[in-house]
DNA sequence: GTTATTTCCGTTACCGGTACCGTTGGGCAC
DNA sequence: GTGCCCAACGGTACCGGTAACGGAAATAAC
């Protein structure tokens, strides 16, 4: 049974202490070649297996990183975990994931179970926790990087942008393009805590130029295409006149991009459609809509990378404020700028 | 300095010994009620927190589960691992996950190193890893479950469909259609051997038919909407004839789709696109395709909910395969019957 | 040849919990 | 009061590794 050699039992095969053996398992310094050979041999022959559990124990740190995503559902964040991924493949850390379903309480449980594992570091989407949770994070002796947003007070590192200005740049941008009946759509308001925030940057924005008369439709379903669709339907039966729809993220864009095409609304002649991420496949629709580019790889990049590098260290670095940089545009399609 | 304080301390103040700390926290038994409370009592006090990797140790078996995945860019692998998330939440398991991208090497020393944490399950991709890495799996005794596949021999569990009739399921519906021309699209056929299982039931299918002029255009590069409309333009330039054009999947047939739009072609009485996996995304197309159902999600749940069986058990319990429907349609928008 | 360095390996003491078994004391039947 | 039983708790020995320190042999320095 293979799972059962442990590394005593290589040692003694090897005729080497425990420690001479576990030296050379890990390659570390005071072994002779020879001996590093003859271990290694030994323990593969015997299909011996390390114990991350005891050694994690034993030197009091793991090779973990917890990640707490809100959803697996949006690719938004599949991609910030794609980055975490490039960033620490090859050196050895596991990423461990958990999913909160923007449920606060169950944000906390699973923050806690988290920290019972003594990760090298934790990656947490939001700076909007609740006390009890930003209190165990904030009490916490490891690296915590907070992403995707930095309107708020971040417990220890943060990177991300501000969805405020996020909302508030695309606006301005959809302003200047002489438009006058602005619309919104978002789902999940009750609990997406960054969709309020670039709404809120949008309606304010609106608000300084005299735009006041807003109609919103919203819905606390989670973001599809499909609900984009019903949705902008909805908006424009109501209030035909708009010219101008704001949504909470891409995806409600697309449903209301597919809706005007069955409906031969010229799109952005009649009304601009204007989503939020950025995501590639609105730089492939036939229809041109407005987006904000955002790096979310680059974020999950930033964020391993910053754990990365207080990786063993005891004591606390400078804290950090990362700022990843947006990019507004009315047109999906145009190339990206290599930057 | 809160997490330092270790069960010690906390039997310590609550002048009990480490062993009644112990059962009162996991609420075991033996253990009077009045002394539960107290102790749990000084333990928030203190702001003590378990120690995973210790009890892991002590009790030599974790709550951890690996998931091993060839890519997180891919919303089908997103949606796989949320299915599992719903099977295990509240259970408190963990998962933890990997991403191969599609490389077999990579997946080696992920089982490998995923191994080493002795997680209570691991959940890999597909059924044809390569020979160190079956004879690591086939090693572990631990539930392993292969996943989205059933065309081979699997190791221990399996959930998923026959890649190969999927893709010959879609060739018999599709021909069904009264069709003449077939053309095909694909990606990554280089290392995606789930795609290459659909394509060769497709072409095997099409080929029992008298088909064997079938064009082809393929590529290494990843799928995704943008490459599916480029490809899909070059296939189109090159046999315009065409009436049928199958894709790896509904990535490259909705970037098909979009440059149908585009160019007026009529989807789908002049052409058939045919995708696969039947996303969210292509009920709502303003153009008909075609696709394939697959419950990803299920399959998630299911691989977690056979491995949650097992947990605890010392025995293997009876091999499972499990097959899970699938569904071709014509039209993705037609209404998904309940099952 | 003697002393100062390396090089290489072993001994000891944990890391922070839990399983297992033993012990204590109070309630109850008689 | 004696004996018995069970609830409630404690002592000890690990789980499988690693850090820290120490010591002996081999090499270098003089």
């Not at 493949?89 to 699973?110: N, W």
């Not at 809120?200 to 006041?212: E, V």
Request: glycine content about 8%.
């Amino acid at each position: 049974m293979h799972s059962k050699v442990t590394l005593a039992d290589v040692a003694a095969a090897a005729g080497v202490s425990k420690m001479t053996a576990s030296r050379a398992m890990r390659g570390a310094k005071d072994v002779s070649p020879k001996t590093v050979e003859r271990v290694r041999k030994i323990a593969a022959d015997l299909g011996y297996m390390g114990n991350h559990v005891a050694a994690s124990l034993a030197n009091s740190r793991t090779d973990l990183i917890g990640v707490v995503v809100p959803s697996l559902s949006n690719i938004v964040f599949s991609e910030v975990m794609s980055g975490i991924e490039d960033a620490i493949a090859g050196t050895g850390l596991q990423p461990f994931f958990g999913v909160t379903g923007y449920d606060p309480e169950r944000e906390y449980l699973l923050v806690r179970q988290m920290l019972s594992w003594r990760p090298a570091g934790l990656i947490v989407t939001g700076l909007d926790q609740d006390a009890q949770t930003r209190a165990l994070l904030k009490a916490a002796t490891l690296p915590v990087v907070q992403i995707m947003d930095t309107d708020g007070a971040a417990v220890d590192l943060c990177v991300g942008f501000s969805q405020h200005e996020a909302g508030a740049g695309m606006a301005d941008l959809l302003i200047k393009q002489d438009r006058k009946r602005f619309g919104y759509v978002g789902c999940a308001l009750d609990r997406d805590t960054r969709a309020i925030k670039r709404r809120d940057g949008y309606l304010n924005t609106l608000a300084k130029n005299g735009i006041t008369e807003v109609p919103q439709q919203t819905s606390t379903e989670r973001s599809s295409v499909a609900a984009g669709k019903t949705m902008t339907a909805a908006l424009l039966a109501a209030h035909p006149s708009l010219d101008v729809i704001y949504y909470s993220n891409d995806d409600l864009a697309i449903g209301g991009a597919f809706h005007c095409m069955e409906r031969h609304i010229r799109v952005p002649d009649q009304v601009i459609l204007a989503g939020f991420n950025g995501l590639d496949l609105v730089a492939s629709l036939p229809t041109p809509i407005a987006t904000t580019r955002t790096s979310r790889r680059d974020i999950g990049t930033a964020a391993a990378k910053a754990i990365l590098s207080r990786h063993g260290t005891k004591v606390a670095n400078d804290p950090l404020l990362k700022t990843v940089p947006i990019q507004h545009v009315i047109d999906a399609r145009q190339t990206v700028t290599a930057k």
